[in-house]
């Protein structure tokens, strides 16, 4: 059964940037439009960017022009480059399909703290 491992969260001060990754087991990646989703503390998940492919994507307005999501067909990887990074940003980030198919990963923690 295909998994997702997303990782390169950390802690990281306002202002500071974070790559991260997330790599689809199996083939069917190049399938599928993909997206970042993020759980706040004591929040519902939700989406942060969404990509069909990469010249064809979507931020949400909290994110727009500091997070940019990218993909890599041929290494079943999507990422997302997180810059200017606010404490509101905390939260555990997962990648999945923008229909999410895929069973949900642990996640990768991102803390922005000064």
């Known amino acids: 059964q295909e998994h997702v491992v997303e990782s390169g969260g950390g802690l990281v001060h306002p202002g500071g940037s974070l790559n991260l990754s997330c790599v689809l087991s199996?083939?069917?990646?190049?399938?599928?439009?993909m997206a970042w989703y993020r759980r706040a503390p004591g929040k519902e998940r939700e989406r942060v960017a969404g990509?069909?492919?990469?010249?064809?994507?979507k931020s949400d307005d909290s994110v727009k022009g500091r997070f940019t999501i990218s993909r890599d067909d041929s290494k079943s990887t999507l990422y997302l480059q997180m810059s200017s990074l606010k404490p509101e940003d905390t939260a555990v980030y997962y990648c999945n399909s923008l229909s999410q198919l895929y069973d949900w990963g642990q996640g990768t923690q991102v803390t922005v703290s000064s």
């Open positions: 199996g083939n069917t990646f190049s399938t599928y439009s």
């Open positions: 990509i069909i492919d990469n010249h064809s994507k």
